[in-house]
Every structure is written in C-alpha cells, then in structure tokens.
C-alpha cells in the first residue's frame, strides 16, 4: 500500500485553530456575550436586579391631635389650714385678690374658699367638661379659673373650692324630677325664700356634683368643700312629698356622702364637708339627715359651723351664745371630738367654721374673733376658717400666738 503524506495534517490544524479564534472574537464583540457572562458571572447569584420601574400612591398620614394641656399643680393640704372664704364675685376681682395676698403675707392665713356653685346654681366659671356645658350652669363671674388658681399656688395658698349642693333653683328648674314637690300643689317645693330645693335620694343630682368637683380639680382648686348637704331645714316642711320608699334622711345623707366618697374621693381630690355647729352636741339628725359619725368617714374633714351667732339662746346654759365665743366654740368642739373618738377617728377630722361678722347686735371685732381661734387651738385643733359674708375680715385676729396679749386674756376670763 502506498504511503500517504502527512504535510497537510499540521496546516489543517492551523486552520482550524484560527477560525476558532475568529469565531470567539466575533462573539465576544455581540451582545450575547453580555448575558451569557451575566448567566454565569459568580456574581450573578448574589446580584439585587434593577428595581422596576413602578410607582405607589403616596399617602398622606392622618393629623396627630395635640396632645391635652397639662393638668394644673396641686398643693398639698396644709397640717395648719388657716384660711377665709370668698364668694365668686369677690375671686372673680383682681383688686381683692391682691388683698387677701397682701393678707395672706402679712398674716397666717395660707388658705381660700372660693365659691365653685353657690346658691343660685351658677357655676362661677365657665367649666370645660362636656357634661355641665351642656348643663349651661356656667357663667363668668371668675374669668379664668385656672390662672386664678396659678396665681394662689404662686403664693403657696392652698384653695378650696365651695360647692352649694342641694339648694339649687337652676338645675331644679331643668330637672323638676329631682326637685322636692309640694304634696298641696303637686309643684315644686319652695322654702321661705321661695327657693326650690334638690332631693338629695336622686342620684342623678349625685352625679351632677360629682361631675362639679372633677372639673374644678382640674382647673387647680386643690379641694371641694360640700355644702348644704342636708334636707331643708326652713320653710312649711310638712308640705315636702316624700317617695313611698324613701330610707331615713340620715340613711339618704349616708349614701350621698359614700357616693361621694368613692367617685370623688376615691379618685384622689380631697374632700371637705359643712355640717350645721349643732351637730357637733346633737343625738339626732336634726330633721335634716345631718350627724357626725355618718358624714366623717366619708370625707377627709369635717367643717362644722360653730358661729356663735347661731346658736339659740340658752344652748349650752349660755343666755346669748352670740357674746361668749371663747365658750360655745370650746363646748361645741369638745364635744366633736368625744364623738369621733367614740368611733375610733381622730380630732384632725375637724376644721371649724368661725365667725368674722356682726349679728344680733353683737360686733365682733379682733378680740372676739381671736376668742375662737383660741379656743380651737385650746381643745387641740390648729385648723379653722373664718366666714364673713362681706369678704371684709378682720387681718389683726389672724396674728394669734399660744401666749395670748393681755386684752384676748382678760375677753376669755370674762367669758
């Protein structure tokens, strides 16, 4: 067999080699290189794709209330509350608001009783729970409450808010339901004053007081101080028409006060109540549901009336209780206390309304009013109130010092 050459096996691989080299820089110039070395780059695997290009609605977020402005301090109840009362009207002038911080720098007066809801009705400012507004009780004897309240605090006055309860012709003549009615008349009852009266068995009448005393806390008044919290105690009151079931009055008054007790009270805002100065020696109810051992549990003092000036002549043996002070005030406290004590509650439970007026032609002046702090202070109480109806006081008793001047010595020795 003939031998072939092998001179053109080389020359073939050459040519075949470049054509390979050809082919792979054609491709390598295309664009399917790009993708296929994207296919298979290592970084491929790892590599986020390009977002699309999508758009979504861009919602508006919904308004965020303000927050509530912040509740107004408090100051804590004094351990010696020294202090004098002052109708709206009076809270509600500039001119003597200055006076009683003049006083009240000056002397040891340290608190006020300002009138929340006196007896019309009308709350003296213009409250902002929704419930009174409602009501419309409010009015603007005192403008701005809160800055009235800022303003005491700013000179360490402890305030107390004074709320007239159940005599209240205004919410009587929107709620005839809770009013008393006349059994001669089937009308509302009406007292020698010709005012109308709220049952105090109604809870909605509860609940109204309840929503008071919240509000004013919340404008600064660091107290709420009840009172005529009592049936009448004057008018043709065989005329008032009970309710069939109807409990004793003290049984009534006991479950307004625990109502009271847990609702407003039990939500942290002291709570004072005005009791009649008889109370402190009575061993009934008086006929208007009032007594000591069923009302003081209930509060955190309880504020009795001892103005001598009210007692009736001959209490206590004395002919004119109005012209001893020093002695009814001494009796009337003395005999409180023995009955706290009798059912285990402290002499503190006491605060005494005294009295800083003339009546029965009797003036008071600097040594009767000082008579009655001192005898507060002689049964061991250093808390007391001073009324006067005028809001005029008498600044130089309210200087009083456990040893007295010879004058306050010689009134009380008379006595």
């Not at 290189?33 to 919904?62: C, D, G, Q, W």
């Not at 285990?344 to 003339?358: A, C, H, S, T, V």
């Not at 009546?359 to 250093?382: K, N, R």
Request: hydrophobic letters at 40%; a negative charge.
């Amino acid at each position: 067999m003939e031998n072939v050459p092998h001179t053109k096996k080389p020359f073939r691989f050459l040519v075949w080699l470049l054509l390979l080299v050809l082919i792979f820089f054609v491709v390598e110039k295309s664009a399917i290189v790009p993708s296929i070395k994207t296919l298979f780059s290592p970084l491929s695997r790892v590599a986020s794709p390009e977002p699309a290009n999508v758009s979504f609605p861009i919602e508006t977020p919904a308004p965020i209330d303000p927050p509530p402005p912040p509740l107004p301090a408090h100051i804590t109840t004094p351990s010696e509350v020294r202090g004098v009362y002052l109708t709206e009207w009076s809270a509600g002038n500039p001119k003597t608001i200055d006076r009683i911080l003049d006083m009240a720098n000056t002397t040891d007066i340290n608190t006020v009783v300002i009138d929340i809801k006196d007896a019309t009705g009308r709350i003296a400012y213009q409250p902002t729970d929704p419930i009174l507004a409602a009501v419309g009780s409010g009015s603007s004897r005192i403008k701005d409450i809160q800055a009235l309240t800022d303003t005491l605090h700013e000179h360490g006055i402890y305030t107390i808010g004074r709320v007239v309860v159940f005599e209240d012709p205004l919410y009587s003549s929107l709620h005839p339901e809770d009013t008393f009615t006349d059994t001669r008349t089937d009308t509302p009852w009406r007292n020698y004053k010709g005012i109308t009266w709220l049952r105090p068995d109604s809870e909605a009448v509860w609940g109204y007081i309840s929503e008071i005393a919240h509000d004013a806390y919340a404008q600064g008044v660091d107290e709420i101080n009840l009172d005529y919290v009592r049936f009448p105690s004057d008018g043709e009151l065989q005329f008032i028409k009970d309710r069939p079931d109807t409990a004793t009055r003290e049984t009534i008054m006991g479950q307004f006060f625990s109502f009271l007790d847990e609702h407003v009270r039990g939500d942290g805002i002291p709570l004072s109540a005005d009791l009649f100065g008889l109370t402190m020696s009575a061993t009934d109810d008086l006929g208007i549901g009032q007594t000591l051992e069923v009302v003081a549990p209930h509060v955190d003092v309880v504020c009795p009336m001892v103005y001598p000036s009210h007692f009736a002549l001959g209490s206590y043996g004395i002919a004119a209780p109005a012209t001893k002070p020093y002695e009814v005030v001494h009796r009337a406290l003395s005999d409180g206390i023995a009955k706290l004590s009798a059912i285990n509650i402290g002499p503190e439970k006491l605060r005494p309304w005294l009295q800083d007026f003339d009546l029965l032609g009797v003036p008071y002046t600097a040594t009767e009013v000082s008579a009655q702090i001192q005898a507060t202070t002689d049964v061991g109480l250093s808390s007391w109130l001073m009324w006067d109806p005028k809001n005029t006081y008498t600044p130089a008793a309210f200087h009083l010092e456990p040893t007295q001047d010879a004058t306050l010595q010689s009134a009380i020795n008379n006595q």
